[in-house]
């Protein structure tokens, strides 16, 4: 007599799956793994295989204050296109509501708590050593942010954390909500260009810009070839490499924020070992680390936005979707004027580099 086949449930299938990958390829990172087979990044660490994982309660009115007392951290957030590290201590939070801010020098964050719905501790066996890190995932289980505990981190701080939000349901099979693509921009024959151009010169601050964007109905590179050179400037994709380059050069303090819909990282100061390796570009300090994949920048642009504190000058860059992959500004304060030697830069850039073309 027969006996029926067993019935293998689709996370031991994952498993299995991501075990085979893994020896295959032990050097692939996780979110290139759940690429190529096809799931989310939290999916493929609920496997459990990364090290010992627990599920934690989305209790960031809780979590986000407590992260002080773990010291010394690296805040790891990225997009598809840059990944941004920082390293430093978790202090000065402050919690509004569905968003939150973390105001040190070194961890400068802008989070947006919506967008986050998985929380996971991990600890991974690496050589011996366990490496201690807070993961958060957004409902499609992308990563939002990373917090990894340094070597001189307290982890007596950890486990309390984790002891105390650890969640009821440790079954790590998550109900992943795919989601949907963005609607495509409006045609440009729609937008108020000429609105769109005046409310432009009417800001008073850079933060105003969204709300702009919004009230036209108009999206961000879209924006940016309407308004014309008054405001934007196209130079050429790789400008990101000739401007980490100078800026290290001539040790310029610069700001580079890296975002994604729940988390903006934000590095002011300067930066020092600009390194190309690849496709990617890279700044490897030792409290700040960039990775940009640099074939992926499809276009960049130099953009001018008026303020109450005068023009404020950004080298911005975009993916073929017209994604944000990254922001660079000079560093400043409001109630500061722009750095000239930033502004100056910007305008050697659009001389030495100016786009070939611009797509519509």
Known sequence: MNRPEETVSPHAALKERWLALREAQPRMRIRDAAEQLGVSEA????????????????????????????GRVMALTRNASAVHEK?????????????????DEDIDLRLFLSRWCFVFALREDLSGQVRRSFQVFDAAGTAVHKIYLQDDANAAAFE????????????????????????GPQPDADIDALGLKAGWRALQDTHEFFALLSRFKVARTQALRLAGTEFAKPVAPDSLGWTLERAAATELPIMVFVGNPGAIQIHT????????????????DPGFNLHVRADQVHTAWVVRKPTRDGDVTSLE?????????????????PGELESPAWRALMEELVRTLPAVEVAS
């Open 43 to 70: 999916e493929l660490l609920a496997t459990g295989l990364n090290g010992e994982l627990v599920r934690l309660e989305p209790r960031f009115d809780v979590l986000l204050p407590r992260l002080e007392s773990l």
């Open 87 to 103: 390293k430093g201590v978790y202090r000065k939070v402050e919690l509004h509501g569905a968003r939150a801010l973390v105001l």
């Open 160 to 183: 309390a954390l984790v002891r105390e939000l650890q969640h009821e349901d440790q079954r790590h099979v998550l109900d992943v909500v795919p989601l949907s693509p963005p609607a």
């Open 269 to 284: 100061g300067p930066v020092r070992t600009v390194r190309p390796m690849g496709p990617w570009m890279n700044v490897m």
């Open 317 to 333: 860059l975009f993916d073929r979707a017209g994604e944000n992959i990254a922001l660079l500004f000079g560093k400043r304060k």
